[in-house]
């Protein structure tokens, strides 16, 4: 990960394998830290998803009154649990107290994914050419073509 500390632009280098965009991402549950290195970035996903087997270690389970969300994909309808986590962190930037869904996702090696609930609240921007997940601290920098390399601005 680089930072700009003149912008408070940070940028978080991500891995394309098998057609995915992967990162790394820090979730803390009732005060326990684990990261998690295969998390798909998905902007065509409107919630964020965790698998919950990725997080069980951490006492992540379905309980009564928790409540269940479902998921439309191309394989159907699924359905998940809902949690709040003390935070994500995803490179510098923390989310605290995330209301987070969490499930299965079958078939794929990854341990969850981040869509688009996070990814606008955190205004991020993916660069696809350089493979790269930029953040802009709103509360530094007005974001414009100059705040940015020339190869993306």
């Known amino acids: 990960m680089m930072k700009n500390q003149s912008v408070g632009v940070w940028e978080m280098n991500l891995t394309l394998e098998d057609g995915l ?7 803390c549950y009732k005060g326990k830290r684990k990261i998690l290195e295969r998390v798909v970035i998905d902007s065509g996903a409107s919630h964020s998803l965790i698998e919950i087997d990725a997080v069980s270690d951490l006492g992540v389970r379905y309980e009564n009154g928790d409540k269940l969300v479902p998921h439309a994909g191309i394989g159907g309808v699924e359905y998940s ?3 709040r986590l003390d935070y994500v962190k995803i490179g510098d930037k923390m989310f605290p107290f995330v209301q987070m869904d969490f499930g299965h996702l079958h078939g794929f090696n990854i341990q969850g994914l981040i869509g688009l609930d996070i990814l606008r609240s955190g205004e991020f921007l993916l660069d696809l050419k350089n493979l790269k997940l930029i953040c802009c601290d709103e509360n530094e920098v007005t974001v414009t073509k100059q705040n940015f390399p020339a190869e993306i601005a």
Do not use: A, C, D, R
Request: no cysteine.
């Open 21 to 27: 965009l992967l990162s790394t991402i820090e979730v």
């Open 81 to 83: 649990f809902m949690k």
